[in-house]
């Protein structure tokens, strides 16, 4: 039988989404495996949810404090607090700003049916822009990965999993992505943070964002986001049972920051900058919809 864990790292800043996605692995995951990066060891602001899980409550969390060198050093430590892993154990692969769905329980629940040669199974996320009522993309993304005594990861930012041969099965599954709902200050930070690790910033700098996020006013921030405002694409979905309940205390925090989104939108989308957005959410969907072909051999609940 498959023995799944999930691997997780956390920062300093806040992750309002953390307990939801707790709550969506605890029926998947035997095990919780937790690095964390925040610097403030037990006075960690992650603490309070990883402490109410049922990870924790059952003795299933296993939580790491180190000091952030880049993404890839801070995923490897997560191998390292596994040492019962062995040829059965698969790891979710997760972020702390992701929920998943109701169907990862039954997806895990399937893997044994997987021959060796799979090494990889991919769902796909929503990826949402500063409101859960738009998206900007649905995207393929690895979802399980098989544990190897070789696996490991590397590069400082968009980090690498190497040392896991074998195929990838990707499934009819999507998932949300919250991580670019968030203060325009919180933005501006993590494109700071990329930046010193080498890859690509943003242009927004810190105290543009929070003028703007202390104000209301966007006009400052709206012409950084242009490309993004342009291509957003209604979402008819709906999102993970887990996420639903913080995003209803989020939608009532912040009404007026999503009113002034709903605008900017509709201010930057014309008549056929929508046609051409639904015609990429048509074949948004079409992708991920047709991998049902990929799920029947194995079984897999569509």
Known sequence: MARIVAHLIVGARPEPF?????ESLSSVAERLLVNDNSGLGERSPHAP???ASLFAREGRLRVAHTAFEDFASARNVCFALDADADE???IAFVDADEVHGERFARIAAHLD????????VDGYTWHFFQTFDWYA?????????????QAHWEGKVHEQLLGVPGRRLALPYVYGHYGHVVPFQWAARKGIQYSTLGAPGTPLDEQTALLADLTGDYGAVDRFFADWWARLMPFHGTHPFAARPIIAAIKRERAEHFR????IIRRRQGPLLRLRNAMHALNYAQRWRLRSLNA???GFPL
């Open 18 to 22: 953390l307990g939801a996605l707790l």
């Open 137 to 149: 993309s649905i995207e393929r993304r690895m979802s399980l990965f098989r544990w190897t005594p």
């Open 113 to 120: 049916r997987l021959p060796r040669e799979i090494a990889y």
């Open 88 to 90: 059965r154990t698969w």
């Open 296 to 298: 029947l051999p194995y």
């Open 49 to 51: 949810a990883l402490g």
């Open 260 to 263: 002034n989104v709903e605008e």
